[in-house]
């Protein structure tokens, strides 16, 4: 479930996290969705005279079905400009402004697209992959051009938006600038890369939803090793009544059962990771599923707590014990 959660979380929101941009602008309307939002051409230079700013760059996305290599793909295009372009390039080179290149999200490569590969957009142009970037994925297949050709292919693949000529959805903003001074000056709407996150539909109640069921799961994980350490300790009644007749105190018992709690939470922990390494390894490539290291840690900290708070459930009868009473027969 956490990499399931990582890997649609992430890999829908890339598009805000992975740019220079510590701002984005929308228009006034839109509750800062990309997909909702239009912003007139002259606006770039009006957010650029605001004092404090230092960069400003277009961003624009749509959706196209595509194939490469004879693979049908769901494409996300976006358009940015290069203060809003990726920036965690980890093979090949950034798009040049006004050709028909792309450089496209790490998890791409599942698909078996590389640098190289073209993606012929339906009704469309033609884009050669010439570069890999890192946590850059917005939702489907995401891949990168210039703004000026992302325009090109949606006039050829949208006609319907012609309208939208000259416009961009979003602009990214640096520097340090007081927003809303920005907002005043243009009438646009001014959001943190978080705000901006949260208003992407679905996207805060997915995560949501899956957190819920990664707790649930935990807490469930606590009642059984409670249970368990609960049977145990009547099990062993016998040979804890014998250590504490020769002399063992409570607090021994009570951190040699916790550090069982924790040796068999480790061995369930390291069960379930090689589990979900081998059923990851065998997932459709169209199935977002990213491991991430912080992620893993989590989980085993979080998982060791838990089992340690289920052991604390049997402390009480460990420390009842009386040795005369469980020797001699039942208390």
Known sequence: LGPRSDGLYLGATGAYRSTPATHWVFSPTAGFELSRSVIPADAVEKVSDIEGVETVGRLSS????????????????????????????????????????VV???????????????????????????????????????????????EEARREV???????????????????????????????AVATPEEAIDSIPGTAQQK??????????????????????ALVTLEKRNEYAVLKAIGMPNRTLVGALIVQALVASAIGYLFGLVLARAVGAVLPASVPALFLNDTAITLLGTTLFMGALGAIFSFRRVTRIDPANALGGPA
Not at 165 to 185: C, H, I, M, N, R
């Open 104 to 150: 496209v999200d790490r998890q791409v490569l599942r698909r078996g697209i590389d640098i190289g590969s073209v993606i012929n957009l339906n009704d469309g142009p033609d884009f050669e992959v010439v570069g890999v970037v890192e946590d850059a994925g917005f939702g489907f297949v995401t891949a990168w051009t210039h703004h000026d050709a992302f």
């Open 208 to 229: 949501s939803t899956l957190s819920g069921i990664v707790y649930t799961t935990f807490a469930v994980a606590a009642v059984v090793v409670g249970l368990f350490f």
């Open 62 to 101: 749509f959706s196209t079905p595509a194939t490469s290599d004879g693979e049908e793909l769901q494409v996300s295009l976006l358009g940015a400009d290069d203060d809003t372009m990726p920036t965690a390039l980890v093979d090949g080179r950034m798009p040049e402004p006004g050709a028909f290149e």
């Open 158 to 188: 949208r006609p319907e938006m012609a309208a939208m000529a000259g416009t961009t959805q979003a602009l990214g903003v640096s520097g340090s600038f007081d927003p809303a001074t920005l907002e005043q000056a243009t009438g646009l």
